[in-house]
């Protein structure tokens, strides 16, 4: 059975940083691609980050320079790291596995979730 379990989330100050975790019981965890998306209260999913198998990564316009987003293959966990976070980057994070980066939005295997709350 697969299981991706997300961890790190919690209540932060505007301008402060927490990293999220998100291990996977994938056997093959080094080949597939890991992507972070997230759901604000009232907003559709979108995506955040993601790091294909040989760790090029990419993120959405709205956190480039503040988010970023890393692996370690012996530890099967993906990680995001975020600073400066704004009242703006509320909401719940997901991780996702999947073959690819352009299969994640639809063919990915999903985590529960972890929420993150931006005080102002």
């Known amino acids: 059975q697969v299981q991706l379990v997300e961890s790190g989330g919690g209540l932060v100050q505007a301008g402060g940083s927490l990293r999220l975790s998100c291990t996977a019981s994938?056997?093959?965890?080094?080949?597939?691609?890991m992507a972070w998306f997230r759901r604000a209260p009232g907003k559709q999913r979108e995506f955040v980050a993601g790091?294909?198998?040989?760790?090029?990564?990419s993120f959405a316009d709205a956190v480039k320079g503040r988010f970023t987003i890393s692996r370690d293959n012996a530890k099967n966990t993906a990680y995001l790291q975020m600073n400066s976070l704004k009242p703006e980057d509320r909401a719940v994070y997901y991780c996702?596995?999947?073959?690819?980066?352009?299969?994640?939005?639809?063919?990915?295997?999903w985590g529960q979730g972890t929420q993150v709350i931006v005080s102002s």
């Open positions: 994938l056997r093959t965890f080094s080949n597939y691609a």
């Open positions: 790091i294909t198998s040989d760790s090029t990564t």
């Open positions: 996702a596995a999947s073959s690819s980066i352009a299969t994640m939005e639809h063919g990915a295997y």
